[in-house]
């Protein structure tokens, strides 16, 4: 089995994680975005999120198969100690281990950075339904993040209506006075 390497994003990368996003996007319920960004915008999003938060890549024989990222979970400060995490895989690459040496990955940094809170944002069925299914939930669950919230029926791609779950996970203790938080360099 090869050797799973986990980097910080290069610009070199950006089509690949955008082509890894297509499929999502064309395929799937698990985004609620029906157009594949451009490559600008894509390149975009990527700069905004580096600026604060780290976004990391899989690579495995030296092909990017995979990445995940921080991001604000809320603009107000109040809320700077919480992150929403997003994480995609090539969609041949799922199952494999990599998802999770990702987030692993991902984790070390945030808390390193001094956030206390992580929280990810699921699509999933409202019913039995082909563009999404319960994975990325129990996915979530396996590495320890609870349930915390459903909406119903909120997001409606491909003449479907989809179901959203909010789960959280932990990673700081909440100290009083709360932890000044680091930006390095990602």
Same mark, same amino acid.
């Given at each position: 089995m090869s050797e799973v390497l986990i980097r910080p994003v290069?610009?070199?990368?950006?089509e690949t994680l955008r082509q890894i996003y297509? #499929?999502? /996007?064309?395929k799937t319920a698990i985004?609620?975005? #029906?157009? /594949?960004?451009t490559l600008p915008e894509f390149t975009e999003r990527i700069e905004q999120i580096t600026a604060t938060y780290p976004y990391l890549v899989a690579v495995k024989d030296n092909v990017v198969v995979g990445f995940a990222y921080a991001a604000s979970f809320n603009h107000r400060e109040a809320y700077k100690w919480?992150?929403?995490?997003?994480?995609y895989l090539d969609h041949a690459s799922r199952g494999g281990g990599i998802g999770k040496k990702l987030y692993q990955a991902l984790e070390k940094k945030l808390k390193f950075q001094g956030i206390q809170n992580i929280n990810a944002c699921i699509s999933v069925p409202a019913t039995n339904e082909a563009h999404v299914d319960y994975a990325s939930m129990h996915f979530h669950e396996h590495l320890g993040y609870r349930l915390v919230g459903r909406f119903h029926s909120c997001g409606y791609k491909f003449d479907t209506w989809y179901d959203m779950v909010w789960m959280e996970k932990f990673i700081g203790t909440h100290?009083?006075?709360?932890?000044?938080?680091?930006?390095p360099k990602f």
């Open positions: 290069q610009k070199a990368d950006i297509a #499929y999502y /996007v064309e985004t609620f975005e #029906y157009k /594949v960004p919480a992150v929403e995490v997003t994480i100290p009083v006075p709360a932890p000044p938080l680091d930006k």
